[in-house]
């Protein structure tokens, strides 16, 4: 199919709709405001219901209904308004729910700018919401990576019976890149006995609740998700290695900071240092394995993680390396971008150059 | 593109605020006192007013909307009125890039009523919503409804970002002559990266408009020009 040239939020909403997405409930904010627009002119279409909530905690209740109806259905905001779906978050992963949570992450704290940050982390990745819970994040770095993880993130949501968060730096839903719209291989996907369709008076009814009364149910229950939970960080994932291999300096980076170390590790190549790039893909579960490998080698002298945050990510980074090489962190966060020249001096610096 | 006044719409990708920018400059490089003012009062980011310090630096002076254009507030700034005050002045207004962004300019229609203006509508062939005729025309009379002012030239910019050829700008000029054929509307010029110029030299009717590439990603901003555009992915 031939290129064409889509901004990252409008792919998103494409994505979505060409995923079989047919709800989308939301509340506008900047810099995701292209996701709600789109779908609000083109789910009507198709036969969908876009809705403009009161507000991101009616919103995010909605996408537990339509979820519970056995519905693909997504929701997406970005940063404050994220922090107010936590609850919904929680809740739908505590009633086993498959749903597509989109956060198109903004400075923090607080209001803080429209910029691009990654302040998000530790929220997407540890929950802002209560109790023992899990969800996949995918961060693409590139538009054909957004659309392509939207798709995946439906079928991996209908696969785990569990929520699933798009989570990308502002830059990445607000800049054009040329894309294909390309069909993923198609998992095979579980028949949703469980929604609640209407029992035509064959069934009992399926209930949809995150309450246990007993606490040895509730338990279990926990028990059940940890499971569920291990078998994410067994089998989903995802990770890209750029010029890993005998590399002096590893860079571990996600969405646009990726983008922004390769281009720092092409001018330390022009200046004889040969720098590589780790890049998580799903950020929960980490892959913290594939790190410690390539940081294990001997040729790696310092791993720079690199992030629009004050250090979040590094937590896991140092997580994975277990202490086997020096970690250095360069970033900023607000809303401001470090340059290309910022990482390459933060490598140069890591490694006494 | 003699006129006084040179309003800047298409929708957003097709390269509008690109192509502003790089007008801008061309019209200070020739000795005009030139104010760029950047209206787009829809999108966050990639705006013209990023480019400030360098369109400053060339002699143009530059109008952005409240709170220096970094928030999400869509006010505008009184200071736009000198461009239709001081006659002296060759001024360049970039619009958001859709029907609701080209709104702004209806408050202006009275000023306009008596004005000496282009409004251009850049057209990029790759963009979904602009990529046929019927579309690029829906568009075009989209903008025109709400900005309550008659498009009066086209500017084919079709592009890929990092990934433009030479074919890709052949293939807007296409759609940009069935555009014209369509509304009778004339093809200003062709936006095309000064590295393309000795390809194309020639091989269209209209005059290229050489562009150099300003609005870059975060990522392509220590790169040398001719690496950080034609050879990424």
Redesign the interface.
């Known amino acids: 199919m031939a290129?064409?040239?889509?901004?990252g939020n409008e792919a998103i909403a494409e994505a979505a709709i060409r995923a079989g997405c047919k709800y989308f409930f939301g509340y506008p904010i900047?810099?995701q405001n292209e996701i709600p627009e789109y779908l609000s002119l083109h789910l009507p279409k198709i036969g969908g219901c876009f809705l403009q909530a009161e507000s991101e905690v009616a919103a995010i209740n909605m996408v537990y209904g339509a979820a519970g109806c056995g519905k693909r259905v997504m929701t997406s905001s970005s940063s404050p308004g994220i922090s107010l779906k936590q609850e919904g978050i929680t809740y739908i992963c505590g009633a086993e729910l498959p749903a597509v949570i989109v956060n198109m992450m903004r400075g923090g704290p607080g209001l803080g700018?429209?910029?691009?940050a990654q302040g998000d982390y530790f929220q997407a990745t540890r929950g802002g919401g209560n109790g023992d819970y899990r969800h996949l994040v995918y961060a693409p770095a590139t538009i054909q990576e957004a659309a392509d993880f939207v798709q995946l993130a439906f079928d991996v949501a209908d696969h785990y019976r569990n929520p699933v968060m798009i989570l990308a730096d502002?830059?990445i839903g607000?800049?054009?890149?040329?894309i294909e719209w390309r069909e993923l291989p198609k998992r095979e996907l579980p028949e949703k006995t469980w929604a609640t369709t209407g029992t035509k008076e064959a069934r009992q009814p399926n209930v949809i609740n995150s309450l246990y009364i007993d606490p040895n149910l509730c338990a279990e229950h926990n028990e059940r998700l940890a499971k569920k939970y291990a078998a994410m960080e067994e089998n989903e994932v995802l990770w890209e290695e750029y010029n890993t291999e005998d590399c002096e300096v590893l860079f571990v980076a996600y969405g646009?900071p990726s983008?922004?170390a390769?281009?720092a590790i092409?001018?330390l190549e022009k200046e004889g240092i040969k720098a590589g790039l780790l890049r998580p893909i799903t950020l929960w579960p980490f892959p913290h394995k594939a790190l410690k490998a390539a940081a294990q080698q001997a040729s790696v002298k310092a791993v720079v993680d690199v992030e629009l945050s004050m250090g979040q990510m590094i937590d896991d980074v140092k997580i994975a390396l277990e202490g086997c090489k020096p970690v250095s962190f360069v970033g900023k966060a607000g809303g401001v971008?470090?340059?290309?020249?910022d990482v390459c001096a933060a490598a140069k610096a890591a490694i006494g150059r | 593109m003699n006129k006084r006044i040179q309003i800047i719409t298409g929708h957003?990708?097709s390269g509008k605020t690109e192509f502003a920018v790089n007008l801008a400059l061309h019209l200070a490089r020739q000795g005009e006192e030139t104010a760029l003012a950047d209206l787009d009062i829809v999108?966050?980011?990639?705006r013209s007013y990023e480019q400030a310090d360098r369109l400053e630096a060339a002699g143009v002076r530059v109008i952005v909307t409240s709170c220096g254009g970094?928030?999400?507030i869509p006010a505008l700034n009184p200071a736009v009125l000198s461009i239709f005050e001081d006659r002296s002045l060759r001024g360049v207004l970039d619009i958001g890039g859709d029907p609701i962004g080209a709104r702004v300019l209806a408050r202006f229609a009275p000023k306009l009523a008596t004005e000496d203006f282009d409004l251009l509508f850049v057209l990029?062939a790759?963009?979904?919503e602009t990529?046929t005729v019927d579309r690029a025309l829906d568009y075009l009379q989209g903008i025109e409804a709400e900005c309550r002012q008659r498009v009066t030239g086209i500017v084919n910019n079709t592009?890929?970002?990092s990934?433009t050829t030479p074919e890709e700008i052949l293939k807007g000029a296409a759609l940009a002559s069935a555009l014209s054929e369509r509304t009778g509307l004339p093809i200003v010029c062709h936006g095309v990266h000064r590295r393309f110029l000795p390809q194309l030299e020639g091989s269209l009717a209209e005059p290229l408009f050489p562009m150099e590439l300003y609005m870059k990603?975060?990522?392509?901003?220590?790169?040398e020009e001719e690496?950080?555009i034609w050879q990424e992915s």
């Open positions: 290129k064409e040239l889509w901004k900047t810099p700018t429209i910029q691009p502002g830059m607000q800049m054009m890149e040329a646009t983008r922004i390769r281009a092409r001018q971008v470090p340059t290309p020249a | 957003y990708g999108n966050p980011y990639f970094a928030a999400d990029n790759n963009r979904p990529n592009h890929l970002c990934q990603k975060p990522w392509e901003i220590n790169r690496e950080f």
